[in-house]
């Protein structure tokens, strides 16, 4: 059994819909709470004096390389 360990590995969140409409909806919706979220993980860092880290998101859009 191996170690449990936190992934240094970022965040990789796949969106997928029935049709473009949809996919650009669900996309703004996931960027708009993942913007939200990294709002208030800085906040808290703020808070309990922990350096800021810089949060952005990185959108990639179609198939990965690899991804086959």
Request: overall charge negative; some cysteine.
């Amino acid at each position: 059994h191996g170690e449990m360990r936190e992934s240094t590995d970022p965040l990789m969140l796949c969106v997928s819909a029935p049709d473009a409409a949809s996919y650009a909806e669900a996309s703004h919706l996931v960027r708009r709470l993942l913007e939200r979220v990294y709002d208030e993980y800085r906040a808290a860092c703020v808070v309990a004096n922990r350096p800021v880290p810089e949060l952005c998101i990185d959108v990639h859009e179609g198939l990965r390389p690899g991804s086959l």
